[in-house]
């Protein structure tokens, strides 16, 4: 496993319809993390998941916007009904949390660019 | 909550110059503290991180940053910048089992 894999690499769509992104994370991390990264932008957190269990969820995280990790491996980010606001890179990350707590290899993937139009 | 700031959005350096690069978070407890960098068309990258210990770190590339507790700090540094080192750097900061927040970014421009 090499890394954290994400599909599609872009995507275009018209506003008002649905789009789902998938994320692979590294095999042994239990920690899956969705983040939107807009130009200029530091990522901004969104959710994460330990093994399929949701933990967090930001506030910029609307009801148009839903995720799952059904078996605590991969992970889906769907947004119901587009907005031209929703245009963003969003990024998917993977850890592994050990029994003391401690955070190992956060890593990042290649991310989805969303364009709506 | 947990924020970072990078006050710096845009630093332009020759070849050859020093850097450093300030990142301030607030949390009053105990934090993780991380530096990736963002090559153009390539995803974040891992160059440090702290948790615990010696509060100089030394990652890739040469970099290094150091956790000043006091000051709610941690800058990154480089003794000696190339034109590779062209890129978008991100501070980031978790505690407890928290996410990863990150900074809005400081982009690095070095000119040969």
């Known amino acids: 496993d090499t890394g954290v894999s994400q599909n599609p690499r872009h995507k275009i769509t018209k506003r008002g319809q649905n789009v789902t992104f998938r994320c692979d994370p590294i095999?042994?991390?239990?920690?899956l993390y969705w983040y939107r990264q807009t130009l200029g932008q530091g990522p901004e957190f969104l959710t994460y998941?330990?093994?399929?269990?949701?933990?967090?969820k930001s506030r910029l995280l609307s009801d148009r916007f839903s995720a799952e990790r059904p078996k605590g491996s991969f992970s889906t980010l769907e947004i119901q009904r587009t907005e031209q606001g929703d245009s963003a890179m969003y990024l998917c990350?993977?850890?592994?949390?050990?029994?003391?707590?401690?955070?190992?290899?956060?890593?990042f993937g290649s991310g989805t660019r969303l364009t709506v139009v | 909550a947990q924020s970072v700031s990078q006050h710096n959005h845009h630093v332009i350096l020759s070849e050859a110059a020093s850097l450093e690069l300030g990142c301030n978070y607030s949390?009053?407890?105990?934090?993780?503290l991380f530096w990736y960098v963002q090559y153009p068309g390539q995803h974040l990258q891992l160059l440090l991180k702290?948790?615990?210990?010696?509060?100089l770190v030394k990652g890739i590339k040469g970099f290094e940053a150091e956790f000043i507790k006091s000051k709610f700090s941690f800058n990154l540094r480089k003794p000696s910048v190339q034109w590779s080192d062209t890129a978008e750097y991100f501070c980031?900061?978790?505690?407890?089992?928290?996410?990863?927040?990150f900074g809005s970014g400081t982009r690095l421009q070095v000119q040969p």
């Open positions: 980031a900061v978790n505690t407890g089992r928290r996410a990863l927040t």
């Open positions: 095999s042994e991390h239990n920690r």
């Open positions: 990350a993977s850890s592994l949390e050990n029994i003391t707590g401690a955070l190992y290899g956060y890593t």
């Open positions: 998941f330990q093994n399929e269990a949701q933990l967090e």
């Open positions: 949390y009053g407890g105990t934090v993780n």
């Open positions: 702290y948790f615990s210990g010696d509060p």
